[in-house]
């Protein structure tokens, strides 16, 4: 399970890059925000797995 929640937060970070970029490129202020929140997401996801495994180890 750990790896599968470790991929989604690593793909929603991705995405989010890809959708703030496109925002960017766009002057789209929205699509910016909206890829900066996916990104945070992604790192909270992924600061939250990293708390499992440290209490694992």
């Known amino acids: 399970m750990a790896k599968e929640e470790k991929g989604q937060a690593k793909k929603e970070q991705m995405k989010g890059k890809a959708k703030e970029a496109m925002g960017k490129m766009a002057g789209n202020e929205r ?5 900066k929140a996916d990104q945070m997401k992604g790192d909270a996801r992924q600061a939250k797995e990293k708390g499992k495994d440290t209490f694992k180890h």
């Not at 699509?31 to 890829?35: L, S, V, Y």
């Open 31 to 35: 699509m910016t925000a909206e890829g």
